[in-house]
């Protein structure tokens, strides 16, 4: 059972950055890993995903102002942000794609990025 531990998040002005990080419990090499944010009375939405190979892709309202990263060796996921806004206040998410169609999705708890205007 793979667990991941997100850190990272906090209280930034509009304009700051944050870097969040992703722990795993174990390796994920074989693994999609993503992150997602959930604002308050809100669905849950993609941010930014790495494949195993290195591929990224981002929301588009982070283009531009995230950046996703993978350390295999560390079981690790990063999260960069800049640029912060207001509306990126979220409670950011973690996961780790099943690797097969009857695979498991892993999620972490969520760390809390508030940003102040």
């Known amino acids: 059972q793979l667990q991941l531990l997100e850190s990272g998040g906090g209280l930034v002005q509009a304009g700051g950055s944050l870097r969040l990080s992703c722990a795993a419990s174990g390796s994920v090499l074989a693994h999609t890993m993503g992150w997602y944010r959930q604002a308050p009375g809100k669905q849950r939405e993609l941010v930014a995903r790495i494949t195993s190979g290195g591929s990224t892709n981002y929301a588009d309202t982070v283009q531009g102002r995230a950046a996703i990263s993978r350390d295999n060796a560390k079981n690790t996921v990063y999260l960069q942000m800049n640029t912060l806004k207001p509306e990126d206040t979220a409670v950011y998410f973690c996961?780790?794609?099943?690797?097969?169609?009857?695979?498991?999705?892993?999620w972490g708890q969520g760390t809390q990025v508030t940003v102040s205007a």
């Open positions: 996961s780790a794609e099943a690797i097969t169609p009857w695979g498991k999705t892993y």
